[in-house]
C-alpha cells in the first residue's frame, strides 16, 4: 500500500509545498491540504502503518525527522523544533512517541 492509494498526488504536492520553509510545518494544517483529516479512522490506520518504518507501533522521532519525505521524496527533513513540536503533541501518555491512536487523534480533531 502507498499513501497515493489513500490521498491524491495532488493534495500531497500541495500539503508539502506548502511547508517547505524551515520550521513552517503545522500538524493541522499538512493533514488538512493533503486531504488525510477528511479520510476514515481505518484510512488514517493505513497511513499510519506506512510512516512507521520500523512497524514497532509508534512514530518515533527519527521517523517524525523524515515525516515529509516520507509523503514526497524530495521534500525536507522536518528541523529538530518541528520534530519536537510535532511529538508534543500527538504524545498523549508521554512516552516520547506517537502511537496509532494518538496519531489519529491528532488528525482527526
Same mark, same amino acid.
Given at each position: 500500500?502507498?499513501?497515493?492509494?489513500?490521498?491524491?498526488?495532488?493534495?500531497?504536492?500541495?500539503?508539502?509545498?506548502?511547508?517547505?520553509?524551515?520550521?513552517?510545518?503545522?500538524?493541522?494544517?499538512?493533514?488538512?491540504?493533503? @486531504?488525510?483529516?477528511?479520510?476514515?479512522?481505518? !484510512?488514517? +490506520?493505513?497511513?499510519?502503518?506506512?510512516? =512507521?518504518? &520500523? %512497524?514497532? $507501533?509508534?512514530?518515533?522521532?527519527?521517523?517524525?525527522?523524515?515525516?515529509?519525505?516520507?509523503?514526497?521524496? @524530495?521534500?525536507?527533513?522536518?528541523?529538530?523544533? !518541528?520534530? +519536537?513540536?510535532?511529538?508534543?503533541?500527538? =504524545?498523549? &501518555? %508521554?512516552? $516520547?512517541?506517537?502511537?496509532?491512536?494518538?496519531?489519529?487523534?491528532?488528525?482527526?480533531?
Amino acid at each position: 500500500m502507498s499513501l497515493t492509494s489513500i490521498l491524491s498526488a495532488e493534495a500531497i504536492e500541495t500539503a508539502v509545498k506548502d511547508c517547505q520553509a524551515s520550521d513552517s510545518f503545522s500538524y493541522k494544517r499538512f493533514f488538512q491540504l493533503c @486531504g488525510l483529516s477528511s479520510k476514515s479512522p481505518k !484510512e488514517v +490506520k493505513d497511513v499510519f502503518q506506512i510512516l =512507521d518504518e &520500523d %512497524n514497532s $507501533g509508534y512514530l518515533e522521532e527519527s521517523e517524525l525527522k523524515y515525516f515529509l519525505q516520507r509523503f514526497a521524496p @524530495g521534500a525536507r527533513m522536518l528541523t529538530e523544533m !518541528e520534530t +519536537k513540536s510535532f511529538i508534543s503533541f500527538g =504524545d498523549d &501518555d %508521554n512516552d $516520547g512517541k506517537i502511537g496509532v491512536e494518538e496519531f489519529q487523534t491528532m488528525v482527526l480533531s
